[in-house]
C-alpha cells in the first residue's frame, strides 16, 4: 500500500483507494472480537491494534500513534477509541483529487 489510511469508522477510505475493510480487516475484526472486555478495562482509552495483536492501551490518541510509529513505522495499524457507541468522524482534505 502506498499511502496511510487512518480508520475512524467502517466508511473511511485510504487516499489509495482501498476501503478501511481491505486494510485494517484484521485489525477491526480483533477489537469487535475483544470489545466487552476492553470496555470493562479501559472505557475511554485507545487501543493500539497491527493484525490480530493488541499492542497496547492509552490514555490519548496521540500517545497511542506515537507508539505505533515507534514501533512499527510508518506502516498502517488501528488506533481505535474504546466506547460503546462510535461517533461517525468526517474529516476534508483538499490533497485528495478523484
Keep these: ?5 487512518i480508520c475512524y469508522n467502517q466508511n473511511t477510505v485510504d487516499i489509495s483507494g482501498e476501503s478501511v475493510n481491505d486494510v485494517f480487516g484484521c485489525e477491526i475484526k480483533y477489537f469487535e472480537e475483544h470489545k466487552p472486555d476492553l470496555l470493562v478495562k479501559a472505557e475511554g482509552r485507545y487501543v493500539l491494534i ?3 495483536e493488541l499492542l497496547g492501551i ?3 490518541r496521540k500517545d497511542a500513534v506515537k507508539e505505533g510509529y515507534l514501533r512499527l513505522g510508518n506502516v498502517p495499524f488501528l ?3 474504546i466506547t460503546e457507541e462510535e461517533e461517525p468522524v468526517t474529516i476534508t482534505s483538499l490533497l485528495i483529487q478523484p
Design 79 to 81: 488506533v481505535k477509541l
Design 58 to 60: 492509552f490514555n490519548s
Design 1 to 5: 500500500m502506498a499511502g496511510r489510511a
Design 50 to 52: 497491527k493484525g490480530d
